[in-house]
């Protein structure tokens, strides 16, 4: 296997695959592995560039690739979906990954290191606390409506809703039981998701990019935190690079010369995109003539736009300025109040 060139390997569980080509982009290597051969495998090969779908445990093979003198390259998944031919199989995986990879333009990811995933997974797992907490509320309120008790919205209305089911004579004691149990699950999840916003917080503190962030009217230390710890800017050309790998640019339906914009394209990472949103729209609440976030550029804007839409176009002009800041190591200049 001397003329190997590039492997595109296809992961999974238990059975990995390899797709092996040569300078000339043929097909000179095809096998399949079971997890615990394919280090040794590897650790027998000359170094050689090796492509991986960026799928769970992608980077944790990425490292261990790497530890070995490979060349790794990490390519995002829906950039190799256009190269699977014809039917679906590990085999046709693995080679649409190789034939990928040999695109000279062709995206790729860092190969995060095992601190990098950890803090990551930090953020990953109070979204899925606050998912929780909001589907635990929802169903707490939506059995309790069954009994004719109903509560204004917020989550502080909770314990008076909560109250009000277990003095109600008219609920059955098995009801009563079950809203209770709830109850404990809503503020157990609110003392977990309090504990991770303290450890986000301490983070927020000993990151200098992510305090560096937080300068940008709009951002917050969970938002500075989560494009420090998640984004590679980088790899990215320019800041409009950067806003529609975000999905904050619209989506095009151009022919013939002519230009058709659409709505926004909602592509790549939706928790930033959440974030860059509701940030602006804090921002556009508070933007009155002679406020600090009055620029002139934002009040015209809402001068002749809907807020919403004026949030999408703050949002995307936000990520553009956290591109230009993470590449250059600037902090953010505030710009003049309109008058």
């Known amino acids: 296997m ?54 769970g445990g992608s980077h944790h093979w990425g490292r261990r690739l790497m530890a070995l003198g490979h060349r790794v390259r990490l390519i995002p998944a829906q950039y190799v979906k256009p190269f699977v031919k014809r039917g679906k199989n590990d085999r046709v995986d693995a080679a649409a990954i190789a034939e990928a990879a040999q695109r000279p333009d062709m995206a790729r990811v860092a190969v995060k290191s095992a601190e990098q995933q950890a803090q990551a997974m930090l953020l990953r797992t109070r979204e899925l606390l606050v998912k929780q907490h909001t589907q635990t509320v929802n169903a707490l309120r939506g059995h309790a409506a069954e009994f004719g008790l109903v509560a204004a ?62 300068g940008v009217p709009g951002i917050g230390p969970l938002t500075a935190v989560s494009l420090a710890l998640t984004v590679e800017a980088g790899q990215f050309a320019s800041g409009r690079h950067f806003a529609a790998w975000l999905g904050l640019t619209p989506k095009q339906n151009s022919t013939g010369g002519k230009t058709r914009l659409g709505k926004i394209s909602k592509a790549g990472n939706e928790r930033l995109r959440t974030l860059l949103v509701v940030g602006a729209t804090a921002v556009i609440r508070h933007a009155r003539p002679g406020s600090r976030l009055a620029t002139p550029w934002l009040l015209s804007l809402l001068g002749r736009k809907p807020k919403k839409l004026a949030a999408v176009a703050l949002a995307n002009k936000m990520a553009r300025i956290v591109w230009a800041m993470m590449t250059r190591g600037e902090a953010y200049r505030h710009q003049p109040v309109a008058a």
């Open 2 to 55: 001397d003329d190997l060139a590039l492997i595109g390997l296809d992961t999974s569980k238990h059975v990995f695959t390899l797709h092996g080509v040569d300078a000339a982009g043929r097909a000179v290597l095809r096998r399949e592995l079971r997890r615990g051969q394919l280090e040794g495998f590897f650790g027998k090969l000359a170094p050689v560039e090796v492509a991986l779908e960026t799928c």
């Open 153 to 214: 919205q917020g989550t502080g209305k909770v314990a008076g809703l909560l109250a009000a089911a277990a003095d109600d004579p008219a609920v059955p004691a098995a009801a009563k039981a079950l809203i209770a149990l709830l109850g404990q699950q809503v503020t157990h999840l609110d003392e977990q998701v309090e504990a991770l916003d303290r450890q986000v917080l301490a983070c927020h503190k000993t990151n200098p990019l992510s305090q560096l962030l937080a």
